[in-house]
């Protein structure tokens, strides 16, 4: 069964065109940050942080507190969640 996402809070979404999304893949915060600046430079729909290359996975506040500030950064981070939650 496949599962469905819904993007929160995502607005503007031309169904017309294909939506352009741009990972993030820095293992630190600071890697992170350097991408985002450029990407943002870029103006993409999406942009999704692909954790699973964050060195610090354990750990639930540093993951919580670069979530927050990338979402600070950029309007176009969207966080995901089952359509059901």
Known sequence: MKKQVQLQDFRNIDQQR???????????????????????????DIIEWRVDFFEKLDDVEALQSTAEEIRNRSATFQSFLPADQ
């Open 18 to 44: 294909p939506l352009i999304c741009t990972p993030l893949t820095g293992a630190d915060r600071n890697a992170l940050m350097t991408q985002l600046e450029v990407i943002v430079k870029k103006n993409p």
